[in-house]
């Protein structure tokens, strides 16, 4: 996935910069960058490998060595950025989060039209914001070279730029799947993908940007470069998984937006009698948590923590580039509570079942420590297609979703043309799966939030809201 934070004032933004980048921290694990604009020195940038460390201990020189009253910084799961470019539009610095599914035919396009070059990664892979700015320059000026540049995109692309005169440009993707949000100061603004970042900071929101639209920053105001348009189609995974519990998107909280989930959990379950004889309600830490609490507040049945995770210092599982490496530190950190394990019947909340890998490990190590029964609840529906749109825990294809290898088990390549009936309970297709996943996975039972009860606890049109995970609509 990736976050971007920026800012533009009268004064050094170079600290707001650095704490608003980091507080974006739990969307990448791989690069960390920042881009600043003096008006002597001009851009500056840096760029660190965060794998094995956090944006902050990497970066906590730049107080010393950039300076400028502009400024943007990029957390990646993927391609090294800002990039500095040099072009007929001038020299600027550029992030981009989002995923481009058509890169190699706009490559050999740029370069067979261009007689250009691009600065070749490993393997001859380019950096898609490199690619971004190729597509940008191409136009007479930034507004018309972002409008090309995601219209020729085939996914996502939310764009920001820092300019040489260090003016802010901020753009939203063409049908909002992810938020861009600026906030004023008493001496600038600020445009940033998590809320929080800019209200922890002292800005106060006064601008969400629609779909589409474009805006460009200085200290003394914002100036609207291009209209957003009609079409609003923002990531409901926002809410249920990788959205910071203290961010806002659309005037929904997503720490809100989890509790209420749990409750229509438990209305639903309560309703099919289906987890009776459970004595707590767990999260599966940290995303489930505040889905466990909203369904045992529901319910009545108590909430507990019957396993901690060690964070002091495995902070986060996924860091390891290797997946037994990672297997490994997810093992380490899970520390048991016996008292709350040993012969007890419990029932706990996942954010989402992706390929069912993690989930059975945890399963197996609390039977391992004593428990009784352990009932498995999604706080999302089940998860058919891989995202196209964005590239946070991506699957390759369909067949790493263990859905989807339990339909090709169950049926062959006849069940793909049936997922509608897998994912309702109701339906007997539904019910097959749902056992065929217990007996893989080791659940006493297994349920998964309908997408009605999603969108119902969201709260937004759902014409408003992807789903295509889940249903593949587009």
């Known amino acids: 996935m990736g976050g971007f934070f920026g800012a533009v004032s009268k004064r050094s933004v170079i600290s707001d910069v650095f704490f608003g980048t980091d507080y974006h921290s739990h969307l990448g694990t791989r690069r960390g960058g920042m881009a600043a604009y003096d008006e002597k020195i001009g851009l500056q940038k840096e760029i660190h490998n965060i794998e094995n460390s956090p944006f902050r201990t990497k970066f906590d020189h730049v107080f010393d060595e950039m300076c400028g009253t502009s400024a943007i910084g990029c957390i990646s799961d993927y391609d090294p950025q800002p990039k500095l470019v040099r072009s007929r539009l001038g020299t600027y610095a550029i992030c981009m989060i989002g995923v481009i599914n058509n890169a190699e035919e706009l490559i050999e396009k740029y370069l067979s039209t261009y007689c250009g070059h691009f600065d070749a990664m490993t393997g001859g892979v380019v950096n898609s914001t490199e690619l971004v700015a190729a597509l940008i320059n191409q136009k007479e000026n930034f507004t018309e070279g972002i409008k090309f540049?995601?219209?020729?995109v085939d996914g996502t692309a939310s764009i920001l730029i820092l300019k040489d005169d260090g003016n802010l440009i901020a753009a939203r993707d063409r049908v909002g799947r992810l938020p861009v949000m600026v906030g004023k100061s008493e001496d600038g603004y600020c445009v940033t993908f998590e809320s929080f970042a800019a209200q922890k900071l002292g800005y106060e929101l006064t601008l969400e940007l629609a779909p589409g639209e474009i805006v460009e920053i200085n200290a003394d105001g914002i100036t609207q470069l291009a209209k957003g348009g009609g079409e609003m189609k923002i990531c409901s995974f926002l809410w249920s998984y990788y959205g910071y519990p203290t961010s806002t998107y659309e005037g929904v909280n997503v720490e809100v937006m989890r509790c209420r989930n749990g409750e229509i959990m438990a209305?639903?379950?309560?309703?099919?009698?289906?987890a009776e004889?459970?004595?707590?309600?767990?999260?599966?830490?940290?995303?489930?948590?505040?889905?466990?609490?909203?369904?045992?507040?529901?319910?009545?049945?108590?909430?507990?923590?019957?396993?901690?995770?060690?964070?002091?210092?495995?902070?986060?599982?996924?860091?390891?580039?290797?997946q037994d490496e990672r297997n490994k530190v997810a093992k380490m950190k899970q520390i048991p509570i016996h008292d709350l394990i040993v012969d007890k019947n419990l029932l706990f909340v996942d954010d989402s079942i992706v390929r069912g890998t993690q989930i059975k490990k945890t399963v197996d190590f609390l039977y391992e420590n004593g428990a009784a029964a352990v009932h498995m609840r999604s706080a999302c529906p089940p998860i058919m297609y891989s995202c196209k749109y964005l590239n946070f825990s991506r699957a390759t294809n369909d067949m790493e979703l263990i859905t989807r290898r339990i339909i090709?088990?169950?049926?062959?390549?006849?069940?793909?043309?049936?997922?509608?009936?897998?994912?309702?309970?109701?339906?007997?297709?539904?019910k097959k799966m749902r056992a065929a996943m217990c007996e893989k996975l080791n659940f006493k039972s297994?349920?998964?939030?309908?997408?009605?009860?999603?969108?119902e606890a969201i709260g937004i049109d759902r014409c408003k809201l992807c789903t295509y995970c889940w249903d593949g609509k587009e």
């Open 267 to 274: 209305r639903n379950d309560e309703e099919a009698k289906n």
């Open 408 to 430: 090709m088990e169950l049926e062959g390549e006849e069940g793909f043309n049936h997922l509608e009936e897998y994912s309702d309970t109701k339906t007997e297709r539904g």
């Open 149 to 152: 540049a995601q219209k020729s």
């Open 277 to 322: 004889g459970v004595e707590y309600i767990c999260g599966v830490p940290d995303s489930g948590t505040p889905h466990a609490i909203g369904y045992a507040n529901k319910s009545g049945v108590p909430f507990a923590r019957p396993f901690i995770k060690y964070t002091p210092t495995w902070a986060r599982s996924f860091t390891p580039t290797h």
């Open 446 to 455: 297994l349920e998964f939030q309908s997408l009605d009860g999603i969108i």
